[in-house]
């Protein structure tokens, strides 16, 4: 099967024609043969074959597999949002080897503590603006406790009702629920009714304790991290998985870190989308482990598509893994790109991202995802679709353009 048929514009017909090509191949072992007819056939794969796709799986194959699977979901349409972030501090009491954002409390002079007034003065600065999502994570320092973020989230939520707040992970919950000895379950409860609407991915690096022992040693543990997560989709909420991946993990590392998230989400069905997080290497602890090829996250996006047949959502975050790489991972599984962020986020500049200052105009999102013959849709947190870009002409599009023509001397 041709490599250039997985570009093909969606149809249900090429999709399958792809996809039965590659399976009729006599050249395919039948180990890829037998993997690719259970994605044909709507099958879950196993554990065995996770770790079969990381280790035989060609970017060839993984797209074709990846890309059946998402169009069959959501043929070309290609979902972002227009939100900005609060990074509450880059102070943190923890001390991950990955981090690039970090700065030790001894190191107080390099960051920012911003106050509750800093950060509702923030959220005010886009009043009037058309955003429907603040994302709110960050350092964790003993200030930032359940009362303080009790009362943020309640200024916010009042001050700004339709605004979807998203926020904080089970890092920063884990260390202010048990600094007030409070449980999960009536933690969560408390954030809900301050205002929180949904939790973002964050914190999860790698759940096997090998790996996080050595990365993230003190912070929450792989199982607590899916204790919140379950214990906050018990009370309805929404949320998003990570994965850091490209650093110290074998393959079979990120097959069990799926494996935990598959079996929480048939459980509890409140994940909506999967992240994989491209370890960067700049400025941190882990300067001297080489970062994954394009190639690599590419098959990382296909097997996350191709395992993780319970999440409806694979997003690549296009402010760490680059603008083109973005549009290439939409022919690998991937059908959302994140949002606008109006340069609001650090995480990614300060460990080396090609965008150090990341943002875009809707206008240039919706360009992006046109360019790659995919269908723009600006989604909000819940991914109900707020407009379709499809056949939409911003503004400076239909008014009539004049131009100077330039004087020459
Ligand atoms: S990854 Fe998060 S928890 Fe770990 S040091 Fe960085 S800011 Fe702190």
Known sequence: MPFYRIFAKNNSKVMSDALLGLINNPKLTPQHKSIATKVLQNERITFEEGVFLYEHGELPYLGILANY???????????????????????????????????????????????????FNIVKKYDGQPVTE???????????????????????????PNLHIKALTPVEYHYIFKKAKISYAEGMRLMQK???????????EIFHPEIRE?????????????????????????????????HIEKFWHRV?????????????????????????????????????????????????RIYLDNFDHIKAYWAMISRN??????????DDIDGTLDDTTKIYTMAGAEEQHPGMSTKELVELI????????????LYNVVTNYQDHQFEDEIKPQFYKLPVLN
Not at 223 to 243: F, P, V
Not at 262 to 271: A, E, I, N, P, Y
Not at 275 to 292: A, C, G, T
Request: charged content about 25%; overall charge neutral; aromatic content about 10%.
């Open 194 to 204: 301050a205002g929180l609407q949904s939790i973002p991915g964050g914190g999860a």
């Open 325 to 334: 790489t973005a549009q290439l991972s939409l022919n690998f599984g991937v």
């Open 256 to 304: 069990d870190h799926m494996e935990r998230l598959r079996q929480l989400q048939d459980k509890t069905h409140g994940f909506q989308t999967f992240i994989p997080l491209k370890f960067r290497n700049q400025d941190n602890q882990m300067s001297n482990v080489p970062e994954s090829t394009v190639i690599e996250d590419l098959r990382n996006y296909a097997i996350a």
């Open 69 to 119: 699977i998402r169009e069959k979901r959501h043929g070309d349409n290609t979902f972002f949002n227009r939100n900005f972030h609060i990074e509450p501090t880059n102070l943190c009491v923890y001390d991950c080897k990955f981090c690039s954002y970090s700065r030790l409390l001894k190191q107080r002079s390099e960051g920012w503590e911003y106050t509750m007034d800093d950060m």
């Open 370 to 381: 046109k360019q790659v013959k995919r269908e723009p849709i600006e989604r909000d947190t």
């Open 214 to 246: 050595q990365i993230a040693k003190d912070k929450c543990t792989g199982d607590q991290w899916l204790e919140i997560h379950e214990e906050w989709h018990k009370l309805g909420g929404r949320s998003n998985a990570t994965m850091l991946y490209g």
């Open 134 to 160: 603040v994302h709110i994570v960050g350092g964790v320092l003993p200030q930032y406790d359940v009362p303080f973020y009790v009362e943020l989230f309640s200024r916010i939520r009042n001050h700004r």
